[in-house]
Structures are given as C-alpha cells and as structure tokens.
C-alpha cells in the first residue's frame, strides 16, 4: 500500500473508518472474530492531543474514543507513535497538550517491557503478581504463618482469607500454571526462577501475568514477539474468547491482527483514525478512503478554478462585487476540503526489495547427512537429514529453543565464503555432513540485527558499512539499495549503532541484496518490521527465482511463502532417542495444518 489521506468516511458501516480526531490446550484462532456490541459510555477518551519527540510531531489535536469491550489493533510504520499511544494511556508517558480521560475505576493491565525486574522470583509467582491485592495478601499470610500466631495475627489472618477469597486465591497457582502452559511453559519449569529464563521466555512469563491480572483494559505492546506459531495461535483463541474488556495491541503480525481485532486504530497522518473490522477490511477501507478523498479534493480544484477565473473576470465590476466576495469565501472552504482530502504523505511506506543473482546454483542446491549438534550435555540435534532443490522455499517451524536456529547456523556455517560479521553467528556439527552444492551462493540473515552488524559497523554509517562488501560497486548503486530499503537522505548518513530495530533489518536485507545470492538463510526476517515493510520483503521472496530455507513465526509469511515445511518437534512420549525429530512435509503451511 502506498500513501493514503485520513479523512473521515461513513461511521458505523464495517469496514469503515471514523474519524474522531483456560486451557492449557492449544487451539487455532478463528478466522473471523466475534462481533462485540457497542457500549456506552467510552472507557478512554482523548481530546484535542499533541504529542511531540523534539521537532517531530507524532500527534496533533487528536480526538478519539475508546469503548467498551472492543479490541483494536493498533497499526502504523516504524516510529509513528505506536508504543507511545500505549504508554500515554497507561500514564508512563505525558503528552503535550490536551486531555486523556480514563475511568476511575478502570483496572488497567500493560505489558511490561523490562524483562530482568522478577529475575529473584519463581515464574509461577512473577505470574500471580498480575493480581496486585490478591499477591499482597497471599505474601502477607505466608509472612505471618511463619511467625508466632498471637489473637491480634489471627485477625489478620482472617481479613487476609477473605482478601484471597474474593479474588479466588485458592484457585490461583492452577489458572497461573494453565496460562503458562499455554504460552509455551511447561509445568515442570514453573517453580524455577525467572532468571532461568531466555528474554523470549520471560516475556511469556510477562504475558501470562498480564492476561492473569483480567484488567478492564488491556494494553499489549508486540505480544506475539519470540511467540511460536502454536503460542500466538493460543493467545489468540484467549484474548477473543477469555477477555471481555477493551483491548489495545501494537502488532506487525497481520494474522494475529486479523484473528483478534473488532477494530483497527490507524496511527497516521499525524492522527488516530478508528476502522470498524480486523486488519484485512482495515486495508481495503484505507484504500477506498483514500481513493474517495483524492476524488474530492481533485473535484475542489476543479471548482476553485472555475471561482477564480469569476473572479478575475468580474471583481472590479460593482455589480459583480458581491458575487466575487461570495465566491472567494466559497473559494476559501474548497481549499479546506482539498488541504483535509487530498493525498497527504503516510509514514507507512513499503521497501522495494528484489533478491536478484547472477548465475544460478546447480540443481542439488544443499545435501545434509546425520548431522548431530549438542551444547554440553544437551543434544539439540541428531541424525538429521534432508536435502534442498533449487527453487525450494522451505519454512521451518517448531516450538521455540528446540533447535531452529541451531539448524539455520550450522547449514551458514557449512558454507565456505562467509564474511567476517556472519562467521562469528555460525556453528559446525559434532557429526555428520553439510555440503552445499555446485555454484550456491549463500546469503544470511541472523535474528540479532544489531550483532549481525559487527564490531566494525560501530561508529560508521549504513552507506559506509554497506558500502565495504562490494567495493566495486558505484556510490549511486550503494545509495539506491540503500534508498529502496527506505535509507534516503540523513538516514543513510546516520550511525549504525543509533538504527531501531526496524532499521537494522532493512539494512541487513540490503546486505543481501547487494550479494546477489542464490540462496537465502533467513532467521525471522520480519522481526521489527511494521507490515508494509514485512510486505516488501515477502513480494521480493515470493519473486525470486532461487532457494530459501527459513524460520518465521509470523502466520501470513509462512503461508504465503514456503512450498515445503519442515517441522522440528519434540519426540513421542517412550522415544528415548536424543534431539528432536523432523517431519518433512512437501506442501504449503495451509495444506500442512488441514493435514
């Protein structure tokens, strides 16, 4: 999608945007959800906002309304203001100008972001602290039942029972330990501390203690981060069908948005335009809106033409002159509508990626024989086997930390021509054979952008980084790549180490494109990516006429993409055998689940 305008379309209709200013089983998300009725009154209003990061203004004057019971995806580019929406309404941050009014009474539930604060707790615990009276009374409790129990304690003790009944305190370790299994915790792990945990699993941890909390209002900042397919896929079915209060969710997962969301709020345009429907008649409205707007603004210019040309023609006339004032107001409101309908420039643009190569592999592209990997005493990987064609796209998919990105890292590391910022990411097998075939080039994208970039790239610029793997190449053709990868101006003159998230993979995509490989290892490549960018990405995938083998956790990607799953999973109960066991399938991800 391109650049769309905000103006206000018909409220109420679906699809249309207003402008207003427990189990521990996993399930499939519907495809479409549940309808919520529309309540009244609004929990959150915002009135006449503005919000600024020094001379970038990411809100101004807005006005919007947050109801009841509805679940709204929040939407927009990289750096729109997302995340601040979040956290103005959750008060952790201000705004500048104008009000934000929220319920008194509204318990309000965030994400938390700091993934080391309950580092000292046991995970179960961390997940119980969701409900704050409830863990407070249950602390208090065990802290006194440790001591000398005297009449006074036993008072105590009493309105602490009754504390911990009203919040169905004794049915609370079992509703913690289900929402962690459905996260992707297992059982036996639940009594062991967070500091045990990787970043990826402790944000499970912060998820659960969230959903735990039942708020009235939830705000849930890139949920679906380090998520496998299966976890996204539970918190799915769970906030449709276990939350009954308002949702706010920043997402870049296109099929969580459609899954979850009664409602789109668009942040762009400086705005916040609500959609009524999931993300996909969010897109064709957005478009529809745009195309409607264009129109009117193109039919003012028309008319204010036509005004003008009166006016010239009979303002000095006195007989003409009331007239030619009448029509130079009428002039003043057209400019109005087309300043307010006409196209205005969206911070939601999509890179223009093409993987192009110069020669061809052969057509064995990747032969794998027993290969085992084990890190000390824990064997990831063992006897795999499998062989790559040319033109395959191979997704593989799996829980996370069985072994993925170990498989990813040792077929990279197999290949004899690595640059020195991709080497230190590879791993070689304990046993086994890795062989790519006749004239495979091989491009890598690693999963930590900022690390992939290397020692070297610290106190350079993404041109000057770029720039050092083909030197042959002319500056016009660094900054094009550069420019189509949405590097244009100061951007591709800033440093490496100050680039988001977002940033450092579309410049490690650049790196890839500037290679010309004919094979790609991707290892979540749309981490960080807002969806036009994500978009980008897949169209230049799904174009490219050679092989590539990766790791997604993003539903839409995997299914739009890969002709060949290949599933690592954990062995059936009774098989003693070491690492997982890899199924492959030849077929799509939609052929693969209806199997």
Known sequence: MGNYPGAAFEPGKRGSPVLIGRTGRRHDPPDVPAEVPPHDPPMIVLSNVTKRYGAKILFENVSVQLDPGKRYGVTGANGAGKSTLLEMLARQEDWDAGAIDIQASLKIGVLEQNHFAYDEQRILDAVMAGKADLWAAMVEKEK???????????????????????????????EAAELLVGLGIPVERHGDSMRSLSAGYKLRVLIAKVLFGRPDVM?????????????????SRFLVEQHKGTLLVVSHDRHFLNSVATHVADVDFRTITIYTGNYAEFVGAKYENQQRGEATAQSAKKKIGELEDFVRRFGSHASKSKQAQSRLKQIEKLEEVVETKGAKRSSLVRPFVRFEFDKPSGRDVLRIAGVRKAFAEKVVLDGVTMNLNRGDRVAVIGRSGIGKSTLLKLLVGAYSQLDSETKPFTLSPDAGEIRWGHDASVGYFAQDHHESLGETGKGTTPYDWLYRFDTRRTKEEIRGILGRLLFSGDSALKPTEALSGGEAARLLLAKIVLGRHNALVLDEPTNHLDIESIEGVLEGLIKFEGTVIFVSHDHHFVSRLATRIIELRDRPAGDARPGCEMVDFGGTYDEYLNR
Request: charged fraction near 30%.
């Open 219 to 235: 705000l849930l900042d890139e949920p679906t981060n380090h998520l496998d397919l299966e976890s996204i896929q539970w918190l």
């Open 144 to 174: 006194l039942l440790a001591g000398e129990v005297d009449d006074e304690i036993g008072v105590r003790l009493g309105e602490l029972e009754g504390v911990i009944a009203e919040h169905d305190g004794y049915m609370a370790e079992g």
